[in-house]
């Protein structure tokens, strides 16, 4: 009996193990496992910095949008120059118009822009400069083609400045510099629409002088000595006032004037607007997808019998101009303006636009295209005239008070 009893004790306990050996494995996790015995972490390996950002924001030259430059630009060290970054420009358009003035053309194809810009950014001395061809586009006027433009404006190097900057805050530049004036640039990449609009041809461009800046808080101050339209006179003083309200609201004062009298008459100086004195006030907003700019200007002409200016005479209007990004990619521009201009013919005024006591209105919309550095994008502009005086508008005959323009502009900026 014994015997028995322990041979079924041992054959009970060979089944028990048998069993559980065959028992499906979700039986074997019905009871906790014992913990693993606990082993030293690894130390951490710092993470490997971030690469640092390239992208750079070029002060110069001024870009309304909607091109932009390269954000990496090219750079090159030039030694004891310090690192200098290098843009460039290369684009062609074709226009087309009605009403042509005397010596301009229904339709033709011209080069725009080729112009290199070098410049150096940081550091005490500091320095710019933009060489090249280009023409300027302006509506209601005769185009001037790249060929003469650089010889009838301001040579083939249009801007160029050393500048100074002891502090963050405070700058003295040199040489020929930007205009203060206005809410368009002067050449056609650096704007909303390929072509200016009639406030700008009114405002000095490019202009030879000193400028000093100076940055408190949400305020910028520019202040400069200059000759104006470009007269090679230096009896101008402009200055403009900058408030950067928040990251997307700005508003400007700016004004500049002739303190004495310059005889100097070329198509970059006109006479009467250089021996007159300027003013505007622009507010800006920019917050994508939109960017939205009106403005007034006003300007005023003394009388001066030695320039035969027999009576005062001013020009006063307002524009607005907008842009709205449909994506990084595509973007469609406009431009809106009406200008006033006083006096008659009989008082001996000038002539500040289409004859003295003419105004203007204008239309323009320009959809922009721009894939990495190529762009592409048209116009249609139109311009309409009146109290228009005859000998002083438009068409072969300078007595038509209307103009339609189509523009196509394509190129690379880099």
């Not at 822009?113 to 320095?127: C, E, P, R, S």
């Not at 006096?343 to 500040?352: E, F, K, M, T, V």
Request: one cysteine or more; proline letters at 8%; hydrophobic letters at 40%.
């Amino acid at each position: 009996m014994r015997l028995l009893d322990t041979s079924l004790k041992l054959s009970l306990a060979v089944c028990g193990l048998a069993g559980y050996m065959a028992a499906p494995a979700f039986a074997q996790t019905a009871a906790p496992a014992a913990p693993a015995p606990a082993t030293p972490a690894a130390p951490a390996t710092p993470a490997a910095p971030a690469p640092a950002s390239t992208s750079v924001t070029l002060p110069v030259p001024g870009m309304t949008g909607p091109l932009a430059f390269n954000s990496n630009p090219f750079s090159i060290d030039l030694g004891p120059l310090g690192k200098t970054y290098v843009t460039g420009v290369l684009s062609g358009l074709g226009l087309a118009q009605t009403n042509p003035v005397p010596g301009d053309k229904n339709g033709q194809f011209d080069l725009s822009n080729a112009q290199i810009m070098l410049q150096k950014t940081d550091g005490v001395v500091q320095y710019y400069v933009q060489a090249g061809a280009y023409s300027i586009p302006t509506l209601g006027t005769e185009y001037i083609t790249a060929g003469k433009a650089n010889s009838d404006f301001f040579g083939p190097v249009p801007q160029a400045f050393i500048k100074l900057a002891p502090t963050a805050n405070f700058s003295i530049e040199a040489g020929k510099l930007p205009t203060l004036i206005g809410a368009e640039y002067t050449f056609s990449f650096e704007n909303m629409n390929i072509e200016r609009g009639l406030l700008w041809n009114q405002e000095p461009a490019v202009s030879r002088g000193v400028q000093a800046n100076y940055t408190a808080g949400p305020v910028a101050f520019s202040l400069s000595f200059n000759d104006g339209y470009y007269s090679d006179r230096f009896n101008w003083i402009s200055g403009s006032a900058t408030w950067t309200i928040n990251s997307a609201n700005t508003l400007e004062f700016a004004g500049a004037g002739n303190a004495g009298t310059t005889p100097t008459s070329t198509i970059a100086t006109p006479l009467a607007q250089n021996n007159g004195s300027i003013y505007n006030i622009i507010y800006t907003y920019s917050s994508a997808p939109w960017t939205i700019t009106p403005y007034v200007q006003l300007s005023h002409v003394p009388k001066n019998v030695e320039l035969g200016f027999l009576h005062e005479a001013f020009t006063y209007g307002a524009a607005v101009l907008a842009n709205y990004a449909f994506n990084s990619h595509f973007s469609l521009a406009g431009r809106i303006e009406y200008i006033g201009s006083t006096g008659n013919i009989s008082d001996g005024a000038p002539n500040l636009l289409y004859g003295p006591g003419s105004e203007a209105m204008s239309l323009t919309l320009t959809p922009t295209y721009q894939w990495n550095r190529l762009f592409v994008r048209g116009e249609f502009s139109f311009v309409k005239i009146f109290n228009a005086v005859d000998g002083d508008a438009l068409g072969p005959n300078l007595n038509s008070t209307s103009q339609v323009r189509g523009l196509v502009e394509t190129g690379v900026i880099f």
